[in-house]
Protein backbone atom coordinates (compact mmCIF):
# COMPACT_ATOMS: atom_id res chain seq x y z
CA UNK A 1 0.00 0.00 0.00
CA UNK A 2 0.74 3.75 -0.74
CA UNK A 3 1.18 5.32 2.54
CA UNK A 4 1.82 8.75 3.66
CA UNK A 5 2.94 9.98 7.40
CA UNK A 6 2.21 13.19 8.77
CA UNK A 7 4.63 13.26 12.18
CA UNK A 8 3.11 16.53 13.49
CA UNK A 9 -0.66 16.14 14.96
CA UNK A 10 -0.46 20.05 16.15
CA UNK A 11 1.66 22.21 15.04
CA UNK A 12 1.47 26.08 15.91
CA UNK A 13 2.71 29.21 14.61
CA UNK A 14 2.61 33.01 15.08
CA UNK A 15 0.80 35.03 12.32
CA UNK A 16 3.70 36.04 10.01
CA UNK A 17 6.15 33.54 10.93
CA UNK A 18 6.89 30.98 7.86
CA UNK A 19 4.89 27.72 8.61
CA UNK A 20 5.81 24.19 7.15
CA UNK A 21 3.87 20.71 7.54
CA UNK A 22 5.89 17.86 6.95
CA UNK A 23 4.46 15.02 5.23
CA UNK A 24 6.48 11.53 4.24
CA UNK A 25 5.78 9.10 1.72
CA UNK A 26 6.71 5.06 1.93
CA UNK A 27 6.52 4.26 -1.25
CA UNK A 28 8.53 3.72 -4.87
CA UNK A 29 7.97 4.72 -8.27
CA UNK A 30 6.54 8.10 -8.82
CA UNK A 31 4.04 9.32 -6.27
CA UNK A 32 1.14 11.72 -6.91
CA UNK A 33 0.62 13.17 -3.51
CA UNK A 34 -2.21 15.87 -2.53
CA UNK A 35 -2.93 18.14 0.51
CA UNK A 36 -6.46 18.09 1.66
CA UNK A 37 -7.43 20.99 4.45
CA UNK A 38 -10.78 21.02 6.40
CA UNK A 39 -11.14 24.94 7.97
CA UNK A 40 -13.51 24.93 10.86
CA UNK A 41 -17.30 23.58 10.18
CA UNK A 42 -16.50 23.12 6.33
CA UNK A 43 -16.50 20.24 4.11
CA UNK A 44 -12.67 18.86 3.38
CA UNK A 45 -11.54 19.88 0.29
CA UNK A 46 -8.36 19.41 -2.16
CA UNK A 47 -5.51 21.97 -1.15
CA UNK A 48 -3.19 21.51 -4.29
CA UNK A 49 -1.75 17.87 -5.38
CA UNK A 50 1.66 17.24 -7.10
CA UNK A 51 0.85 17.06 -10.56
CA UNK A 52 -0.49 20.74 -11.32
CA UNK A 53 2.30 22.45 -9.00
CA UNK A 54 0.25 25.43 -8.40
CA UNK A 55 0.67 27.63 -5.85
CA UNK A 56 -2.91 27.86 -3.96
CA UNK A 57 -3.45 30.88 -0.65
CA UNK A 58 0.44 31.33 -0.84
CA UNK A 59 1.10 27.36 -0.21
CA UNK A 60 3.26 25.37 -2.14
CA UNK A 61 4.82 21.55 -1.82
CA UNK A 62 7.38 20.50 -3.43
CA UNK A 63 7.88 16.37 -3.80
CA UNK A 64 11.11 15.27 -2.56
CA UNK A 65 12.19 11.83 -4.22
CA UNK A 66 15.37 11.69 -2.42
CA UNK A 67 13.76 12.39 1.29
CA UNK A 68 10.57 10.95 0.21
CA UNK A 69 8.65 14.23 1.07
CA UNK A 70 5.97 16.47 0.10
CA UNK A 71 5.99 19.58 2.64
CA UNK A 72 3.47 21.65 2.94
CA UNK A 73 4.99 25.07 3.45
CA UNK A 74 3.79 28.93 3.23
CA UNK A 75 6.15 32.00 3.95
CA UNK A 76 3.69 33.95 6.06
CA UNK A 77 1.08 32.19 7.81
CA UNK A 78 -2.15 33.56 8.10
CA UNK A 79 -5.04 33.11 11.26
CA UNK A 80 -7.62 32.11 8.24
CA UNK A 81 -4.59 29.03 7.32
CA UNK A 82 -5.89 27.62 10.55
CA UNK A 83 -7.04 24.43 9.61
CA UNK A 84 -6.72 20.43 9.94
CA UNK A 85 -4.12 19.73 6.79
CA UNK A 86 -4.42 15.94 5.22
CA UNK A 87 -1.21 14.55 3.00
CA UNK A 88 -2.81 11.87 0.53
CA UNK A 89 -1.55 9.21 -1.82
CA UNK A 90 -3.64 9.17 -5.14
CA UNK A 91 -7.45 6.94 -4.58
CA UNK A 92 -7.20 3.40 -5.37
CA UNK A 93 -7.18 -0.37 -4.51
CA UNK A 94 -3.68 0.35 -3.07
CA UNK A 95 -3.88 3.71 -1.26
CA UNK A 96 -6.40 2.91 1.54
CA UNK A 97 -4.78 5.74 3.77
CA UNK A 98 -4.57 9.39 4.18
CA UNK A 99 -1.99 10.64 7.05
CA UNK A 100 -3.48 11.30 10.26
CA UNK A 101 -3.68 15.43 9.90
CA UNK A 102 -1.94 17.70 11.53
CA UNK A 103 -3.83 20.52 13.07
CA UNK A 104 -2.48 24.16 12.02
CA UNK A 105 -2.87 27.02 14.60
CA UNK A 106 -2.04 30.21 13.57
CA UNK A 107 -1.80 32.96 16.68
CA UNK A 108 -2.48 36.33 16.27
CA UNK B 1 -25.05 22.20 -7.53
CA UNK B 2 -25.27 20.33 -4.77
CA UNK B 3 -21.89 18.49 -4.96
CA UNK B 4 -21.63 15.17 -2.24
CA UNK B 5 -24.48 14.94 0.14
CA UNK B 6 -24.71 12.90 3.28
CA UNK B 7 -27.86 12.71 5.70
CA UNK B 8 -28.36 12.61 8.67
CA UNK B 9 -25.47 14.65 9.47
CA UNK B 10 -25.92 13.15 12.77
CA UNK B 11 -27.19 9.69 14.50
CA UNK B 12 -27.11 8.09 17.89
CA UNK B 13 -27.87 4.40 18.01
CA UNK B 14 -28.12 1.49 20.39
CA UNK B 15 -25.70 -1.04 19.75
CA UNK B 16 -27.16 -3.79 17.58
CA UNK B 17 -29.09 -1.54 15.87
CA UNK B 18 -28.81 -1.24 11.76
CA UNK B 19 -29.42 1.99 9.63
CA UNK B 20 -28.21 3.66 6.58
CA UNK B 21 -26.07 6.53 5.66
CA UNK B 22 -26.94 8.17 2.33
CA UNK B 23 -24.82 9.69 -0.04
CA UNK B 24 -26.16 11.43 -3.12
CA UNK B 25 -23.53 13.39 -5.99
CA UNK B 26 -24.84 15.24 -8.97
CA UNK B 27 -21.90 15.54 -10.82
CA UNK B 28 -22.05 12.31 -12.51
CA UNK B 29 -19.22 11.01 -11.15
CA UNK B 30 -17.54 7.54 -11.65
CA UNK B 31 -15.92 7.11 -8.44
CA UNK B 32 -17.62 7.01 -5.23
CA UNK B 33 -15.91 6.40 -1.68
CA UNK B 34 -16.50 6.23 2.06
CA UNK B 35 -14.16 7.11 4.53
CA UNK B 36 -14.29 6.92 8.53
CA UNK B 37 -12.32 9.55 10.49
CA UNK B 38 -11.38 8.62 13.73
CA UNK B 39 -8.87 10.73 16.29
CA UNK B 40 -5.37 10.28 15.97
CA UNK B 41 -6.00 7.93 12.84
CA UNK B 42 -6.73 10.32 10.02
CA UNK B 43 -9.20 9.45 7.56
CA UNK B 44 -9.36 5.38 6.47
CA UNK B 45 -11.02 3.98 3.77
CA UNK B 46 -13.69 1.79 4.02
CA UNK B 47 -15.46 1.06 0.59
CA UNK B 48 -15.02 2.56 -2.78
CA UNK B 49 -16.94 2.15 -6.12
CA UNK B 50 -15.51 2.73 -9.54
CA UNK B 51 -18.97 2.88 -11.31
CA UNK B 52 -22.60 1.46 -11.05
CA UNK B 53 -22.63 -1.86 -9.91
CA UNK B 54 -19.04 -1.96 -9.05
CA UNK B 55 -17.69 -1.88 -5.52
CA UNK B 56 -15.26 -3.30 -3.56
CA UNK B 57 -13.50 -2.97 0.35
CA UNK B 58 -11.35 -0.49 1.72
CA UNK B 59 -8.69 -1.33 4.70
CA UNK B 60 -11.67 -1.31 7.33
CA UNK B 61 -14.97 -3.09 5.53
CA UNK B 62 -16.01 -4.94 8.22
CA UNK B 63 -19.74 -4.47 9.42
CA UNK B 64 -20.31 -2.56 6.85
CA UNK B 65 -22.00 -3.00 3.48
CA UNK B 66 -22.77 -0.73 0.29
CA UNK B 67 -23.87 -0.96 -3.05
CA UNK B 68 -24.26 1.36 -6.01
CA UNK B 69 -27.55 0.75 -8.05
CA UNK B 70 -27.25 4.33 -9.39
CA UNK B 71 -24.44 6.47 -10.77
CA UNK B 72 -25.75 9.04 -8.61
CA UNK B 73 -25.73 7.51 -4.40
CA UNK B 74 -23.83 5.58 -2.79
CA UNK B 75 -25.27 4.29 0.31
CA UNK B 76 -23.20 2.97 3.97
CA UNK B 77 -25.60 0.46 5.42
CA UNK B 78 -24.10 -0.78 9.65
CA UNK B 79 -25.77 -4.06 9.50
CA UNK B 80 -25.67 -4.39 13.39
CA UNK B 81 -23.89 -1.63 15.09
CA UNK B 82 -21.26 -1.71 17.73
CA UNK B 83 -19.59 1.15 19.88
CA UNK B 84 -16.40 0.56 17.95
CA UNK B 85 -18.31 2.32 15.09
CA UNK B 86 -18.53 5.68 16.61
CA UNK B 87 -17.08 7.74 14.43
CA UNK B 88 -17.32 10.72 11.66
CA UNK B 89 -17.76 8.86 8.64
CA UNK B 90 -17.61 10.78 5.16
CA UNK B 91 -18.39 10.14 1.51
CA UNK B 92 -16.53 11.35 -1.26
CA UNK B 93 -16.43 11.41 -5.16
CA UNK B 94 -14.28 12.30 -7.64
CA UNK B 95 -14.96 12.38 -11.90
CA UNK B 96 -12.78 9.47 -13.00
CA UNK B 97 -11.11 6.40 -11.08
CA UNK B 98 -8.00 7.68 -12.43
CA UNK B 99 -5.62 7.96 -9.37
CA UNK B 100 -4.86 11.68 -10.30
CA UNK B 101 -8.59 13.07 -9.65
CA UNK B 102 -9.04 14.98 -6.77
CA UNK B 103 -12.01 14.05 -4.16
CA UNK B 104 -15.10 16.48 -3.67
CA UNK B 105 -16.07 15.27 -0.05
CA UNK B 106 -19.57 15.51 1.78
CA UNK B 107 -20.47 17.39 5.09
CA UNK B 108 -19.98 13.88 6.87
CA UNK B 109 -22.19 12.30 9.48
CA UNK B 110 -21.45 12.20 12.92
CA UNK B 111 -22.61 8.85 14.62
CA UNK B 112 -22.27 8.15 18.38
CA UNK B 113 -23.51 4.26 18.66
CA UNK B 114 -24.25 3.68 22.65
Known amino acids: AQRVTQPEKLLSVFKGAPVELKCNYS??????LFWYVQYSRQRLQLLLRHISRESIKGFTADLNKGETSFHLKKPFAQEEDSAMYYCAPPKGANNLFFGTGTRLTVIP | NAGVTQTPKFQVLKTGQSMTLQCAQD?????MSWYRQDPGMGLRLIHY???????DQGEVPNGYNVSRSTTEDFPLRLLSAAPSQTSVYFCASSRTRSTNEKLFFGSGTQLSVL
Open chain 2, 27 to 31: MNHEY
Open chain 1, 27 to 32: YSGSPE
Open chain 2, 49 to 55: SVGAGIT
